[in-house]
């Protein structure tokens, strides 16, 4: 396996201090919505990904609420998440599954949106406290992982929604590049609020049907619908409002590292080589979680097959 992935490196993962629930201070937020996962074999590697990424997470002093619906949490119940709620069973069934993120959406804004964190289930954190500064310093208007620059940034007749949402399009040579959400918070009530409500205006306007046949009509893939309005819209909007953003500025993986995390991002976090990794992690830091992942991996596996 490759030591470095694209947000952090393998062979520096070490993990935080060993856990000790009284000295967690703050919370972030996790998100599971089952509904779009059609992949039965992918359904049973992400419960070993939900598992350690709950450990690393409490290892490096934080709680985790976790948002999931009713599938996710007859499988989570006794992952031991601080908190987990049945959230996502509130997703209105007109929203399109190409609206991968929307789980995450409906996630934060039950938890409300201003000062928390939303740290996804592929992300792991490695260093104590290491997003305390989002915490103690409210100057920060927005966090995110990292800036990136993607080649679907670049294709301006794909930017749908800079015509449905109303932004002229004369304001597309402003969009420059898009800002990572494997790791994304805001304490910035007024770039919080118009950064959900245009997403949630999307979801509303763009429901299962009509973008079925938007996608049919402009030959899109289903990853470009979320990509623009989760990552792209948050860098412009950013921008936009003159945010103070926590923002690396190096490679992805040496920034990763550096602040204390892994993102397992791509499709290479489903290789073989990646699941075993994180079976043998999981394993050696808590082999009582790990069995119940491995439990719950297998009814997973069956729930859609």
């Excluded at 709950?54 to 599938?71: F, I, P, Q, W």
């Excluded at 119940?77 to 007109?94: E, M, S, V, W």
């Excluded at 075993?276 to 069956?302: C, G, H, Q, T």
């Amino acid at each position: 396996m490759s030591d470095y992935y694209y947000g952090g490196s393998i062979g520096n993962l070490n993990g935080g201090e060993p856990d000790n629930a009284n000295q967690r201070k703050y919370t972030i937020i996790q998100s599971l919505w089952t509904k779009p996962i059609k992949n039965a074999q992918m359904f049973r590697d992400l419960m070993f990904m939900c598992a350690l990424s709950l450990e690393y997470a409490h290892r490096s002093g934080y709680k985790v609420h976790m948002h999931t619906d009713s599938n996710g949490y007859s499988l989570f119940r006794k992952f031991g998440y601080d908190r987990l709620y049945k959230t996502l069973d509130k997703i209105p069934d007109n929203v399109s599954t190409d609206f991968f993120a929307a789980g995450k959406f409906y996630a934060m804004k039950a938890e409300g949106i201003v000062g928390k964190i939303h740290v996804d289930v592929d992300v792991m954190l490695k260093k104590q406290g290491v997003l305390d500064k989002f915490y103690t310093d409210k100057r920060i208007d927005v966090i995110h992982q990292m800036e990136e620059d993607m080649p679907l940034v670049h294709h301006e007749d794909k930017i749908f929604h800079l015509h449905v949402l109303g932004y002229p399009p004369t304001m597309r040579p402003n969009w420059q590049g898009s800002f990572n959400t494997g790791i994304v918070g805001f304490n910035n009530p007024t770039l919080a609020n118009a950064y959900f409500d245009n997403y949630f205006e999307a979801l509303e306007m763009y429901n299962a049907q009509r973008l079925s046949e938007y996608k049919a009509q402009c030959n899109l893939d289903a990853i470009h619908f979320d990509f623009v309005l989760e990552q792209i819209t948050l860098s412009f909007m950013s921008r936009n409002y003159n945010a103070y953003a926590l923002l690396p500025t190096k490679m992805p993986c040496e920034v990763a590292d550096a602040i204390g995390y892994l993102h397992l991002q791509g499709n290479r976090k489903w290789d073989e080589s990646t699941i075993n990794w994180m079976k043998e992690k999981l394993k050696k830091f808590n082999k009582p979680l790990y069995n119940m992942a491995d439990i719950v991996s297998r009814i997973a596996f069956k729930s859609i097959n």
